[in-house]
């Protein structure tokens, strides 16, 4: 898989720096892979976009703490978990079927919509 860094958006109002394999599609959407700090700025805009009135998936980024062998000895280190919510199916499937647990790539990036969203590459970099 050749991935490659690039600016995508799926809704034209902000762009977001992804890894992609440009061969990789959804009829013909990207599958980005979002570093955490792209991850938590999706977050924010998918979160304000649901309190504006607009029923969208939302992303959560809950921050905590993981103890992890460093160095032969055992140490706290921080730690997140990505969560997409598909709000549009609660009423229908119940909590435990619209959360989705996001898990990182082997490089530590999420892929976020990836097969749902209709993410795109924006051409010269920002979309901002």
């Given amino acids: 898989m050749a991935l490659e860094k690039i600016r995508v958006a799926v809704t034209g109002e902000y762009s977001y720096e ?6 990789v599609r959804w009829n013909g959407w990207l599958d980005p892979h979002l570093p955490i700090h792209e991850v938590r700025r999706l977050a ?18 809950i921050d905590g ?16 978990v990505v969560l997409k919510i598909s709000w549009d199916y609660l009423f229908e499937e119940g909590p435990q079927q619209v959360a ?27 979309a901002e």
């Fill in 18 to 23: 992804a890894w992609v394999d440009q061969a």
């Fill in 44 to 61: 924010e805009h998918t979160q304000a976009d649901m309190n504006d009135g607009h029923q969208v998936d939302t992303v959560h980024v």
């Fill in 100 to 126: 989705s647990i996001v898990k990182p790539d082997n490089d530590g990036r999420y892929p976020i919509g990836g097969w749902e969203w209709t993410w795109y590459q924006v051409e010269g970099g920002e």
């Fill in 65 to 80: 703490y993981e103890f992890a062998e460093e160095d032969g000895a055992t140490r706290r280190r921080a730690a997140s």
